[in-house]
Structures are given as C-alpha cells and as structure tokens.
C-alpha cells in the first residue's frame, strides 16, 4: 500500500513538473508587445464579467453605454484562482494581498466581438507578494466583453448591463 501511494505521489509530482509551453507575443500586435529586458512571470486567465451604464455623451448629443469596470477571478493554467482582477481604477489583486495598478499605454483589436487586446504599465505594487516587481501587463486571448447593443437614451439613463468576458493576463517583471 505504501509503495502505491509512492508511486501515486511520484505521478503527481512529476504532471506538477511538467514544463508548460512558456508564453509568446511573438504573434501580438507590436503595439502590445512588452519591450525587451522583461521576462513573464505569471500567466492567468481572467474569467467574469464588464459592467457597463447608459449615461450621456460627453458632447450632450445622445447616450451610450459607458466602460464602468471588470470583476474577474484570476486563475492559473491549471484552473486554481491566483488573484481577482476589478475597478474602477483597474487592479489586480493576487491571493498574497499583494496587488496594483496600471495606466493603458496601447491597445490592438481583439477577435470579432471581442475586447481590445491591451498593454498596461504597473505602477508599484502594494504589499508584498506576487505583485511585487510587476512591470507590464498584458491582456490577450480575449473573448467576449464588449459594450452591449442596448438602446441607451434619456429613458434609460443610470442603468447598468452585465456582459461575461475572458481574457489573458500575461504579468511581466524586468530581466
């Protein structure tokens, strides 16, 4: 029996050891791309939802349905919640506590009713842990998440609509 849970273990260790195809932007956008001198260190696969609500244009000439923030679980590869991802003002959280902000440096369009692909500069992390020395974030792979086609005027002001989406996240620290 001893020897069957040893040979069991040993199976686990070594699937757990199984290096994972280490991801590539060699096919993004270069607007996206993260400059050189940066490695990845974590990917996570953001899975939940883009809130979005009818106000009125800035220009005061009709509505529209207005980006009002994600609410993500961050998983890993294997399925496991690593963090959560959510906003106003966009942050990613991780597990540890520790988590961060970014500002937007560029964005390149996503598959057909899909959300942008983006690149995003880290500002500090907060706490220590996983976040910590975090640079670049990128989102891709994205999969739904765009603005609903709802019909937003006057009648309409203040309501809020929920869309599911998917996406990448790629966290990149310096070399």
């Not at 609410?71 to 959560?84: E, F, H, I």
């Not at 500002?103 to 983006?118: D, E, F, N």
Request: hydrophobic content about 45%; overall charge positive; glycine content about 10%.
């Amino acid at each position: 029996m001893a020897a069957m849970a040893a040979i069991a273990l040993s199976a686990c260790a070594s699937n757990m050891s199984a290096p994972a195809m280490p991801f590539s932007q060699a096919s993004l956008p270069a607007a996206v791309q993260v400059p050189a001198g940066h490695q990845v260190a974590m990917e996570t696969v953001g899975v939940g939802q883009i809130t979005y609500e009818c106000r009125a244009m800035k220009d005061m000439a009709g509505h529209e349905g207005v980006f009002v923030g994600p609410d993500a679980q961050l998983m890993s590869r294997r399925g496991q919640q690593v963090g959560k991802y959510y906003g106003p003002p966009a942050t990613w959280e991780s597990m540890d506590g520790s988590k961060l902000t970014a500002t937007q440096l560029a964005v390149a369009p996503g598959a057909a009713g899909s959300i942008p692909l983006q690149l995003v500069k880290a500002n500090p992390a907060m706490g220590m842990g996983a976040m910590q020395g975090v640079t670049y974030i990128q989102r891709v792979a994205t999969q739904g998440g765009v603005a609903p086609a709802m019909l937003c005027d006057a009648s309409k002001m203040g309501s809020k609509e929920i869309v599911k989406y998917q996406a990448d996240y790629i966290f990149w620290k310096a070399v």
